[in-house]
């Protein structure tokens, strides 16, 4: 295959998050390749913070209750199995544990203020919840396509151009697209379908 029909192809991807690796100081490292160029980056330090939940009832009688205007507490909120997960932290190394105290109130407070705006019309919901003790980060989106879309904007700006590659770091770009379908970041999936 030409150097030119190799970037053709590579142009077409949309997103891909392959190769997530835990590093020795439980940091997560991994590629990311969009149709632009591709880079490796580190991420959040112990978990990965994709994920895919079958919506709740009670998630989305949460979701009224709160645009109703209704002061929802932390306890009825962790009754829902979708904000009790997200109020978990995934550490590779040591397993998964709740969140307590002032940590847990501000990814609850974080929870509240972002399922308001979300559309819950459809069965899944895919998450991107980044709950470490110094920054809580969750964003709802209603379908994959708006999820690859935001993942796209947070690194399309960082990747190394394709163009400016040699040969051998192409092939190698090209092969990790290959192995992954061309498509996709993978995510942790809850509930049942």
Excluded at 154 to 174: A, I, N, P, Q, T
């Amino acid at each position: 295959m030409t150097r030119q029909e190799i970037l053709n192809k590579l142009s077409k991807i949309t997103i891909i998050v392959a190769n997530p690796t835990v590093t020795y100081d439980m940091g997560m490292q991994f590629d990311v390749m969009t149709g632009q160029g591709a880079l490796t980056t580190f991420g959040n330090v112990g978990q990965w913070p994709f994920m895919r939940f079958v919506i709740t009832e009670s998630f989305r009688n949460l979701q009224k209750s709160l645009l109703d205007g209704f002061d929802v507490s932390e306890e009825i909120m962790l009754q829902d199995p979708i904000c009790k997960e997200l109020c978990k932290y995934h550490d590779m190394w040591n397993g998964s544990y709740s969140l307590e105290g002032e940590s847990l109130s501000k990814c609850l407070s974080c929870i509240k203020e972002k399922i308001q705006s979300v559309d819950l019309s459809g069965d899944v919901l895919f998450v991107y919840a980044a709950v470490e003790e110094w920054d809580i980060d969750i964003r709802f989106f209603p379908d994959y396509q708006e999820f690859q879309k935001a993942m796209l904007a947070d690194w399309e700006d960082s990747v190394d151009d394709y163009e400016g590659m040699d040969d051998s770091e192409l092939e190698g770009w090209y092969d990790v697209a290959e192995a992954n379908d061309w498509d996709g970041i993978p995510y942790a999936s809850f509930g049942e379908d």
